[in-house]
């Protein structure tokens, strides 16, 4: 596959997942908490929490959880709070819309991670991003050298959606966030490999868009199956080797 191919996936992708040309799913993150103003600290912290237990999470089910979370006990959103906080207290709290599944270790890193905001830049994440020239390459560095003090959240999956969320999401200016690359899910690298493209990192700007195809396209196409049950309604199934082969073809000598 050449590289103007790999851009016209990109690009269908992209704009599919803006339009909900993706069997309906776009950004789940973007919609606001109520009463929240986008681009906040308050929106920021939100955003950095529920990044930090997000990973192998299903998306939509995690914001959703996230949102209804806020509107009921907004309390555990707030880094000045979870600093003295014990993971104990927070548990039954944060289970209620099930926005954590396993208790004792995401009600810690939710706890550390407030912590951490209020240890580091009292609470507040635009001061730490700030505070290492709004770079996300440099903030990168920051958690890598300090794992221990902000458990997942510096992790290499989790770390650069974070970033690339604040910057998206957030709409936070971070320089180098189209810099940023993830190791890719096991959802992404399925519909990686239905394109016959590499599975090792992708951008941050096309992973939740490769996600979601993988996650609610190719996730329905069985082992067995040559061609994909979803094709007809998938916007890159003519670069697909389990697209509609007739279809497809017909449209390339056509």
Request: hydrophobic share 40%; with cysteine; charged share 15%.
């Amino acid at each position: 596959m050449n590289r103007r191919q790999r851009q016209e996936i990109r690009d269908c992708l992209l704009t599919a997942y803006a339009e909900g040309g993706l069997w309906g799913i776009t950004n789940p993150a973007w919609p606001l908490p109520e009463g929240v103003i986008r681009g906040t600290d308050e929106h920021l912290a939100y955003l950095t929490l529920v990044y930090a237990i997000s990973g192998g999470r299903e998306p939509q089910s995690i914001w959703e959880a996230a949102r209804q979370t806020f509107a009921n006990d907004a309390e555990l959103f707030a880094p000045q709070f979870l600093a003295y906080a014990k993971p104990t207290q927070l548990v039954s709290r944060l289970q209620q819309h099930d926005l954590i599944q396993k208790p004792t270790s995401e009600a810690t890193v939710w706890q550390r991670i407030g912590q951490a905001l209020v240890m580091r830049a009292g609470g507040s994440v635009s001061k730490l991003l700030a505070d290492h020239e709004n770079d996300a390459l440099q903030i990168l560095t920051l958690l890598a050298n300090n794992k221990a003090t902000f458990p997942v959240l510096s992790g290499p999956q989790t770390a650069p959606r974070w970033l690339y969320g604040l910057a998206t999401i957030g709409q936070h200016s971070l320089a180098n966030s189209d810099q940023l690359t993830v190791p890719v899910s096991p959802s992404a690298a399925s519909a990686l490999e239905a394109l016959t493209l590499p599975a090792g990192k992708i951008s941050a700007t096309a992973y939740d868009a490769v996600d979601a195809l993988g996650r609610y396209g190719c996730a329905q196409r069985k082992a067995t199956q040559t061609i994909c049950p979803v094709a007809s309604s998938c916007p890159v199934a003519d670069f697909c080797q389990y697209g509609d082969k007739i279809e497809s073809d017909t449209m390339q000598t056509n």
